[in-house]
Nanobody, 125 residues
Framework: QAQLVESGGGLVQAGDSLRLSCVAS????????MAWFRQAPGKEREFVAA????????ECGVSVKGRCTISRDNDKNILYLDLNNLKSADTAVYTC??????????????????WGQGIQITVSS
């Protein structure tokens, strides 16, 4: 099992940018396909972004497309999510996820079997 710990959350203003980080341990980072999901109150968990284990393939979800960059540092075992032009609709708990031994796991929740605890992002308008 991979241990995933998110950081970088908090209260931000609409229009701001933020960077979330997810530090992974317990498994070899370069074997992990990874992603970010989010869940707003009263809503289902939603795909935000995914990245392949070597960083060559990335995808952002429809709701953040054009404002989202997912990246990883395979030397430091860290996954990143950069979001800009934040909106109140981006308010949610953001969670990183991993799938060991997969090159790329895409946008589907069921493809991931390791999850962080999540971190709150609140966007104030």
């Amino acid at each position: 099992q991979a241990q995933l710990v998110e950081s970088g959350g908090g209260l931000v203003q609409a229009g701001d940018s933020l960077r979330l980080s997810c530090v992974a341990s317990g498994l070899t980072f370069t074997t992990l396909a990874m992603a970010w999901f989010r869940q707003a109150p009263g809503k289902e968990r939603e795909f935000v972004a995914a990245i392949s284990k070597d960083g060559s393939t990335t995808e952002c979800g429809v709701s953040v497309k054009g404002r989202c960059t997912i990246s990883r540092d395979n030397d430091k075992n860290i996954l990143y999510l950069d979001l800009n032009n934040l909106k109140s609709a981006d308010t949610a708990v953001y969670t990183c996820a991993a799938r060991p031994q997969a090159k790329y796991a895409g946008r589907f929740l069921a493809n991931y079997n390791n999850w962080g605890q999540g971190i709150q992002i609140t966007v104030s308008s």
